[in-house]
């Protein structure tokens, strides 16, 4: 098993930044892909950025692409998720979540953590 805790959301002004922190527990975290998922009021969650087991590997989705970056510290046993240049449009619930694939599909991960809400304000 995995326990996976978000932290850092937030209220903000559009233009600003955040960052995500997702610390993980439980099973070996160095060889799981983490990945990040939002979803906002009214809409499906969808897939943010995701990255490889050793942090060589990064993938993101195009509206987020050149503004957040997802990065991880397996000594910490965290993955964060660096958002800069926030729009209304990034306001969600984020969740991390964790698994044997990196990849933009939910199915493709096995543990999920109980999200943080981030509020863009315009």
């Known amino acids: 098993q995995v326990q996976l805790v978000e932290s850092g959301g937030g209220l903000v002004q559009a233009g600003s930044s955040l960052r995500l922190s997702c610390a993980a527990s439980?099973?070996?975290?160095?060889?799981?892909?983490m990945g990040w998922f939002r979803q906002a009021p009214g809409k499906e969650r969808e897939f943010v950025a995701g990255?490889?087991?050793?942090?060589?590997?990064?993938t993101y989705s195009d509206s987020v692409k050149g503004r957040f970056t997802i990065s991880r510290d397996n000594y910490r046993i965290t993955v964060y998720l660096q958002m800069n240049s926030l729009k209304p449009e990034d306001t969600a619930v984020y969740y991390c979540?964790?698994?044997?694939?990196?990849?933009?599909?939910?199915?493709?991960?096995?543990?999920w953590g109980q999200g943080t809400r981030v509020t863009v304000s315009s």
């Open positions: 979540a964790a698994g044997s694939l990196i990849s933009a599909y939910r199915t493709d991960y096995d543990y």
């Open positions: 439980g099973r070996t975290f160095s060889s799981l892909h």
């Open positions: 990255i490889s087991w050793f942090g060589v590997s990064t």
